[in-house]
């Protein structure tokens, strides 16, 4: 079984900075890819930022340029550097992990953190 615990988000100012991060544990042999959702109140839950299992990244064109998805494979943790942050990127964040344990396809979800962007 796959578990993801995500930390690092709060209440910050606009223009501020913050960085998630997502510790997965679990027997995971191989993993697909990797990224960051979030979801406002009200709305859909949408990707922010993915990153496959070469490296390659792609982020969304709202958050290009001030947010950065990235990974520490011997910690097995992805991570979300977020700056310039303003008040339309408030929401619950969930890291999302794709993979296989063993021979077994897996796509398990964090439990979600609030970051709040407010004055």
């Known amino acids: 079984q796959v578990q993801l615990v995500e930390s690092g988000g709060g209440l910050v100012q606009p223009g501020g900075s913050l960085r998630l991060s997502c510790a997965a544990s679990?027997?995971?042999?191989?993993?697909?890819?990797m990224g960051w959702y979030r979801q406002a109140p009200g709305k859909q839950r949408e990707l922010v930022a993915i990153?496959?299992?070469?490296?390659?990244?792609n982020h969304v064109d709202s958050v290009k340029d001030r947010f950065t998805i990235s990974r520490d494979n011997a910690k097995n943790t992805l991570y979300l550097q977020m700056n310039g942050l303003k008040p339309e990127d408030t929401a619950v964040y969930y890291c999302?992990?794709?993979?296989?344990?063993?021979?077994?396809?897996?796509?398990?979800w964090g439990q979600g953190t609030l970051v709040t962007v407010s004055s």
């Open positions: 999302n992990v794709q993979g296989r344990l063993g021979s077994l396809p897996f796509n398990a």
């Open positions: 679990g027997s995971i042999s191989h993993i697909f890819a």
């Open positions: 990153m496959s299992s070469g490296g390659s990244t």
